[in-house]
């Protein structure tokens, strides 16, 4: 089945500082990679998804790059800003539509 | 405000028991999905349903079950209850399947069960 790694588990930047968390894959079948992003006491919110058809997408500070041969896509934030700092999942399909399986999680505290 | 509303928002009980979590998915979205989440832990992958049918099954325990019904509600059963059950359970829904044209999944503010 499908099975997503996701590193670092944490993560600690000073504001102003780029950050980037990566993920690998198992299932070669997967073409859809969301990543959520989880507040403190909230729900885990969408924030950016990639295709497999494209190997990067940028919405204002985030980025995600995808690497298919390699089974692996990252997230790139810049110019981090406290309000950044919170637990981030990535995510991959498995077994089709149905399953969306999801990484460990990185928490990422962006230091004023 | 995701539209997905969960039930109860908090829910203490002992062990041995059973409860039932309630999920009323966003209007007009046919798929819903549960997760666990335990302290600290990643979203553990329960169970999908998509128009009331059952379509995937994660590492669900034998214990817990679910159905959605025809209004597309969702219940999760959880019986025989652990002390390790312990954990913040959503719900999430979408329009179609997760990878579909409009592939997110709006996640409800969970129900966090507490097992003594």
């Known amino acids: 089945g499908e099975n997503v790694e996701q590193h670092p588990s944490t993560l600690s930047v000073q504001e102003g500082d780029s950050a980037v968390i990566k993920c690998t894959y198992s299932?070669?079948?997967?073409?859809?990679f969301p990543w959520y992003k989880q507040e403190l006491g909230k729900r885990p919110q969408l924030i950016i998804d990639i295709r497999s058809n494209v190997g990067e997408k940028k919405d204002q500070r985030i980025a995600v790059t995808l690497n298919k041969t390699a089974k692996h896509f990252s997230l790139h934030i810049t110019e981090t800003q406290p309000e950044d700092s919170a637990v981030y999942f990535c995510?991959?399909?498995?077994?089709?539509?149905?399953?969306?399986?999801f990484g460990a999680g990185t928490r990422l505290a962006v230091h004023p | 405000d995701s539209g997905v509303t969960q039930t109860p928002k908090h829910l203490i009980t002992a062990t041995g028991q059973r409860v039932t979590l309630r999920c009323s998915p966003r209007s007009g979205d046919l798929s819903v999905y549960w997760y666990q989440q335990s302290l600290d832990q990643g979203l553990q992958f329960l169970i999908q349903y998509y128009n009331g049918e059952e379509r995937a099954k994660g590492n669900i325990l034998e214990r817990f079950s679910a159905q959605q019904f025809p209004d597309l509600h969702s219940e999760l059963n959880l019986s025989s209850l652990e002390l390790g059950d312990s954990a913040l359970y959503f719900c999430a829904s979408s329009v179609a399947l997760a990878g579909g044209p409009t592939g997110e999944l709006f996640f409800g503010e969970g129900s966090r069960l507490t097992v003594l």
């Open positions: 995510a991959g399909l498995s077994g089709g539509y149905n399953k969306l399986i």
């Open positions: 299932d070669s079948a997967s073409n859809y």
